[in-house]
Each structure stands twice: as structure tokens, then as C-alpha cells.
């Protein structure tokens, strides 16, 4: 499997491509400046969070060795790639491009490496703290002891870096310290009700190896409480028994089937036939839901799992053979749009399920355009209309 490729094989995740012929944007203003910052200040400002790792960009994964090229290239003063930060507020940046090397420089200058099997936990701590407590980093557990690893070439006597730690580098530390990488600070202008020149830089800009997709771009974007709430969700049991898959995706697919849904939910009378567009501007409100609101997003999540109490991945797989995210989105709307109109709805059976994924009319909706408004529209009125009509309702 390649790096871009989802881990969701039993998951069409084809029917979550984003058309978005109608979503472009017509004339924008960024605003970029370059600021060259050393080693300590760029330590000091990860370690105070005024430079922010996203919460759910891809974790920390150099190596040990690829790591220490960088170290070794700033104490020998070689140029290394220039990083970008989006300015959020007054001293407040979410970085764009640049995470491995920016916390590189902080996990050396603490001289402590992540162990690989305990990143993902990590990013826990450090996204809660601020930073990682001396603590955390103390222990072995999560860390161990960050000596630059450095290539001896055939017939040479050894790097005289490799080995070395951050406080044995002796007359070559104050050289580390002042060593400067290049920030280029950028901030969207205009237009200036969306972030969508923001959402197109994390597009275009990430050069970590791996493109990052629609929903790597969301999280890294529009991190908040509630963005924290839906990787709760993404781990419910039920939720992965219907995926067909016990872990959560490594490329946030199945974040993107939830956030679909729950965008959708809150009505489609913003829609005009770009998903993209429609869920970012969903994912920029949701950064101020009151407790109240993600509660009860919570609550309607698990409310609709214990109605799939019966049902199983193959319930929801269409023509594809696979799960559908179109079928699953519109049953979650579709259900707690009947409870809002007062019908208390019985577990859904297996066969209810089918039958509407296998209608020849809401199938047509899934076809070339699915996101077109009069698809999204139309392949929800089938579901309700289908499910009132199974469950015995009337609409």
C-alpha cells in the first residue's frame, strides 16, 4: 500500500470525492512576511504554543537519521528548507509546512527522540500542554536519548557530530543556537467570512511527502473542541464494527464520512453543489459550538449507533460491494430529521438498510455529479421518503 493510499478497503471511499467544478475561488489577498527565527527562539515559541503543531496533522515520522542531516546542516550553516506559518492572532500560528523540521529542532534541543510505537500518544500530550512536559519527556516509555546519528562514508574517520547530544556539543552549540530557518508568516485578507485561501495554501504549500487530502487539510485547519470530540467518535465501537475496519483510517477517511454527516445534518440550505465548500464552512463554525452543541452532536451520534444495533458492514455495501458513505450520510439525516418531527423510530433492520441502498432512484443520485445540489438534495427526499415508508411513518 503506498502512503497516499486509505487503509478503508472495505469502504467505497470513491463516493467521497469532492466535486467541486462551482467551489473555486475568485480573487483573494494573502498577506506574507519573511522572518528569520533562531533555533532558541523557535524552541521557546514551540515550548510557549504561540507556534502550533495542528492537533491532527500527520504525527512526528523522521527518522533518527533523517533527523540528524538537519541538525548537522544547521550547525554547519547549510540552507535548509524555509517554513510556513499561518498567523491565527497576535503571536498565535498554526504551521502550514514545516512540522518535522520545527519540532526536530525542539526534540533536540530537549535531547530527547520519540520513540516511534509511542507518537501517536504524544501528539495527546504535547496538543493538551502546550508542549510535552519535562515529565513526559523524561520518560523513557514515551522517549529516549536524541544522539545525532550520522553516516561514516567508506574510507573516512568518523562524523564528528555523530553521537553528540544537544549539551555535548560544547563550541558547537552556541553555533546551533543561533543558527536561523526562514518563516515566511502568512494571512489571509480577503475574502474575510472563510478561510478558503488558507484551505488551498495547506493544499498547495505541505511538501511533507504525502499530498495532504481534503480531511488531512480540515483538521490541520479548523482544530477545536469539537474537531477533538469527533476523533472520540471515530473510535466507537459500533461505528468500526460498520466499517468493517477495527483501527481508525491513517488518511482520516472515516473522520471525513462523520463530518459529512454531521454538516449535513445541520441542513443543506448553504449548499451549492461544492462538499468542500459546504463542510469547511461547517468546520469554521464548529470552532465556536457552545458545550451544549457539541453534546449533543455526541449524543446523536451514539443515539444512531444503538439504532444499527443489528446491522453489519454488509448492511450498508451497495453496487460497489463495499460500505457506502452515501448511504450511511443520508441514514444519519434522514433519522434524526424523523425524531425531530417527533416519530420515535424503531432499530433499524439490516433489511431496511439494503433495500434503500438498492433503490434504483436514490442510486441514480449516487452516480457521476453526487455532490451536484439537486443529488444531494434528491438522495436525501428518497431516504426519507423510504425509511417513513419501512419504519410504517408518513412524511
Known amino acids: 500500500m503506498s502512503e497516499q493510499e486509505s487503509d478503508l478497503k472495505s469502504v467505497d471511499v470513491g463516493e467521497l470525492s469532492e466535486d467541486d467544478t462551482d467551489g ?30 495542528p492537533p491532527f496533522q500527520r504525527n512526528y515520522v523522521w527518522d533518527r537519521k533523517r533527523a540528524s542531516k538537519l541538525i548537522e ?16 492572532g497576535n503571536n498565535d500560528f498554526l504551521v502550514i509546512d514545516g512540522q518535522q523540521r520545527l519540532m526536530t529542532v525542539f526534540f533536540f534541543t530537549k535531547g530527547r527522540f520519540p520513540r516511534k510505537d509511542k507518537r501517536s500518544i504524544l501528539r495527546k500530550f504535547f496538543n493538551s500542554e502546550g508542549g510535552i512536559s519535562e515529565e513526559i519527556l523524561a520518560d523513557d516509555e514515551y522517549f529516549e536519548t536524541f544522539k545525532l546519528s550520522l553516516p561514516t562514508l567508506p574510507g573516512q574517520r568518523k562524523n564528528k557530530f555523530s553521537g553528540l547530544t544537544y ?56 482544530h477545536s473542541k469539537f474537531f ?14 460498520l466499517l468493517g475496519s477495527p ?21 443543506t440550505a448553504g449548499y451549492a ?51 457506502s458513505p452515501l448511504l450511511f450520510e443520508s441514514l444519519y439525516v434522514t433519522a434524526l430529521h424523523l425524531q425531530d ?31 451536484k445540489t439537486a443529488n444531494v438534495t ?6 426519507k421518503r423510504l425509511l417513513a415508508k419501512l419504519i410504517g411513518g408518513e412524511v
Not at 527565527?37 to 510557549?48: A, G, P, Q, R, V
Not at 546542516?73 to 491565527?88: A, K, N, T
Not at 455526541?298 to 444503538?306: I, K, R
Not at 434528491?378 to 431516504?383: N, S
Open 341 to 371: 418531527e417527533g416519530q420515535n423510530l424503531p432499530t433499524l433492520r439490516p433489511e431496511w438498510v439494503t433495500e434503500i441502498g438498492s433503490d434504483n432512484e436514490w442510486a441514480k443520485t449516487t452516480h457521476e455529479g453526487s455532490t
Open 247 to 267: 483501527h481508525p483510517d491513517s488518511r482520516m477517511k472515516d473522520m471525513e464520512v462523520i463530518l459529512r454527516s454531521l454538516a449535513l445534518r445541520e441542513g
Open 73 to 88: 546542516s544547521l550547525i554547519l550553516g547549510l540552507p535548509v528548507p524555509q517554513v510556513f506559518l499561518y498567523e491565527e
Open 167 to 222: 549539551k555535548t556539543l560544547e563550541e558547537y552549540k552556541r553555533q546551533f543556537d543561533l543558527r536561523t530557518i526562514r518563516n515566511i508568516i502568512v494571512k489571509q485578507v480577503s475574502p474575510a467570512d472563510d478561510d478558503s485561501a488558507m484551505f488551498e495554501m495547506f493544499n498547495r504549500l505541505n511538501t511533507g511527502g504525502v499530498n495532504l487530502n481534503q480531511q488531512e487539510i480540515r483538521a490541520s485547519l479548523y
Open 24 to 53: 473555486q475561488i475568485d480573487e483573494y489577498e494573502i498577506v506574507a512576511s519573511p522572518n528569520d527565527f533562531n533555533t532558541l527562539t523557535i524552541n521557546s515559541f514551540i515550548e510557549e504554543g504561540a507556534i502550533k503543531i
Open 273 to 323: 453543489g461544492s462538499m468542500t465548500g459546504f463542510v469547511n464552512r461547517f468546520c469554521k463554525n464548529s470552532k465556536t459550538f457552545p458545550e451544549a452543541k457539541i453534546g449533543q452532536t455526541e449524543n446523536e451520534w451514539s443515539w444512531f449507533m444503538s439504532l444499527n444495533r443489528n446491522c453489519t458492514r454488509d448492511s450498508y455495501q451497495t453496487g460497489s460491494g463495499r460500505f
Open 228 to 241: 477533538e470530540g469527533l476523533f472520540e467518535l471515530n473510535q466507537k465501537e459500533k461505528w468500526r464494527e
Open 378 to 383: 434528491a438522495r436525501l427526499a428518497r431516504t
